[in-house]
């Protein structure tokens, strides 16, 4: 059972639903093929995903929210926790801070980590993305929100750039490279 339903725009006849642990574990496979989808990552990272989302759900403060179009099938979800020393994203944003500003290190005191907020590709550009990512902020207790997001290209931002702009998020980290990836990314955060 949904905690809340919360009706919406656009796309016509979507719902967003706030996710338990359980619910989101129930969807899991449906939930990382949108996720591969909208990434445009292969099939085969959803085996690769899935303990780790799995995992996720077992954190300290984690929330979920999804949105359902008219046949209860998901086109876009998010999820997050609160971060915390130990975790794996806290530690390379730290190493990354460390090196390039350790000013900066005041954001990993009290945060919520924004991990995954995803759309199907025909489902974006009607603002589901920001209906997303405010019903799961709303009622967060933490005193900021990070995330990270693969570099913008400056001549063409990407729709999550835009987003994240729009609201409110600004610079916490630049052109830092994951251990594992070697694309650059950024780390961008707002106070709650």
């Given at each position: ?14 719902r967003?639903v ?6 989101l ?5 449906e939930?990382?093929?949108v ?7 292969p ?36 999820y ?7 975790q ?9 801070l ?26 974006q ?9 405010r019903?799961?902020?709303t ?26 702009r ?9 052109e ?8 650059p990314f950024?780390v ?5």
């Amino acid at each position: 059972m949904w905690c809340h339903v919360f009706m919406t725009a656009a796309p016509p006849r979507v719902r967003l639903v706030r996710f338990t642990a359980t619910e989101l574990a129930n969807r899991l496979t449906e939930a990382l093929r949108v996720y591969v989808t909208a990434m445009g990552y292969p099939r085969s990272a959803i085996r690769q995903r899935a303990p780790l989302w799995r995992e996720h759900t077992h954190r300290a403060g984690w929330r979920g929210v999804g949105a359902l179009d008219a046949d209860d099938s998901l086109v876009g979800l998010g999820y997050g926790y609160i971060g915390a020393r130990g975790q794996w994203w806290h530690e390379e944003v730290r190493r990354g801070l460390v090196d390039s500003d350790p000013g900066q290190l005041g954001w990993l005191s009290d945060y919520f980590e924004l991990t995954e907020l995803h759309v199907l590709p025909h489902a974006q550009g009607g603002g589901l993305g920001e209906q997303l990512l405010r019903l799961l902020l709303t009622g967060c207790q933490s005193g900021s929100v990070l995330l990270s997001t693969p570099e913008m290209d400056p001549r063409n931002p990407s729709r999550a750039w835009q987003l994240y702009r729009r609201l409110g998020f600004t610079d916490v980290l630049r052109e830092h490279r994951f251990v594992g990836d070697p694309r650059p990314f950024a780390v961008l955060g707002r106070s709650l």
